[in-house]
């Protein structure tokens, strides 16, 4: 029986689920239910992001434990997924015992591997993305995306070797091998990797950041949230035992804010752990709600559940992947459902 692995990115527990996280996981949905019809055997894998500095620093400001924060959050998920009908195979969380363990062991792997070095890392900090930034990254000195000015940093971090892999992932994205759509997306990550790819930083102190997973050759280091959450795809399968089954995954589909992520060091990662890459990166574009960009600040943050209790799921899903082409922007308006 011919099998299909789906995926989408993990969803970050900062905050409630909305109309963004409901798009990509319905149109996963619609993927693993079409494969089924096919009688394929189907593996589809969500779940939720939960360490790192923002969701430490939210916690923090509401007087709860960060646990205790991303277990309300992630059963917003969850329950929201139930109410559009998500017929998901796993439901992962990134606090999951399992994961923690293999996240270690696979921490320790490239460090003994000459993979992970100690050195200083200093770059823009956007909390926001919970990602570094060049400077050619900002935009009148902030974050583009979250339009804050990033901290410069300096401080001493243990470092993964991505630019080992520049030239080995410029081979396998030009040659297809590692298939990114539409192809308007592979074009820019081929210029991306073309200006150069710098070594990255995977860990923090720990007494700057203690929500996250230790590492386990230096105790006063916490890991990165990017290795943390990538490598859910993996121990999303091991959790139940399916792993050798349905490795590699045949699409993961994921927003545009995160491509760059998912086109340099998740197959780095892949690469230098002897896996399989996966087959098909699909990119789907940003959202705008009635033409401006989602954000809490704007609070035009448009709720799931509010538009599953008043439309009815199969309207949702319906009328969200016929109103915005796959793989382009797409503007979202109550107006228009109705």
Not at 38 to 55: A, C, M, P, R, S
Not at 73 to 78: A, D, G, R, W, Y
Not at 120 to 127: F, N
Not at 239 to 249: A, D, I, L, T
Request: a neutral charge.
């Amino acid at each position: 029986m011919k099998k299909f692995y789906i995926t989408t990115p993990i969803y970050y527990t900062n905050s409630s689920p909305h109309i963004g996280s409901a798009y990509t996981t319905i149109a996963a949905d619609v993927l693993a239910r079409w494969h089924r019809i096919k009688g394929e055997n189907v593996f589809f894998l969500t779940g939720t992001d939960e360490h790192g500095q923002k969701i430490q620093e939210t916690a923090e400001k509401e007087g709860i434990k960060p646990k205790e924060f991303v277990d309300k959050i992630t059963k917003e998920f969850k329950e929201s997924f139930k109410l559009l009908n998500i017929s998901n195979d796993n439901f992962i969380r990134t606090t999951d015992k399992e994961h923690e363990k293999d996240v270690k062991r696979i921490l320790q792997e490239l460090y003994d591997k000459k993979y992970i070095y100690k050195g200083y890392y200093e770059s823009y900090d956007c909390v926001g993305c919970e990602q570094y930034l060049t400077e050619t990254d900002l935009v009148n000195g902030k974050c583009p995306l979250h339009k804050r000015e990033p901290e410069l940093r300096k401080e001493e971090a243990y470092l993964f070797k991505l630019s080992e892999f520049q030239d080995q992932l410029l081979e396998l994205i030009k040659s297809g091998k590692y298939c990114i759509l539409p192809e308007k997306m592979r074009k820019e990550v081929i210029t991306f990797i073309e200006s150069g790819l710098k070594d990255i930083s995977i860990s923090r102190l720990k007494e700057k950041i203690y929500w996250g997973i230790e590492l386990p050759f230096d105790k006063d280091h916490s890991c990165f949230v990017w290795i943390d959450a990538l490598w859910n795809y993996i121990t999303g399968l091991k959790e139940k035992n399916k792993f050798k089954e349905f490795w590699p995954p045949n699409i993961q589909l994921m927003a545009r804010d995160i491509l760059r992520v998912h086109a340099t060091i998740w197959p780095a990662l892949v690469l230098a752990t002897g896996n399989k890459l996966p087959k098909t990166l699909f990119i789907h574009g940003y959202f705008t709600v009635n033409g401006q960009k989602m954000s809490k600040s704007l609070g035009n943050v448009v709720s799931p559940d509010y538009l599953v209790k008043n439309y009815g799921a199969d309207a949702l899903r319906y009328f969200l992947l016929r109103e915005i082409p796959f793989g382009q922007d797409g503007d979202f308006s109550e107006s228009s459902l109705v």
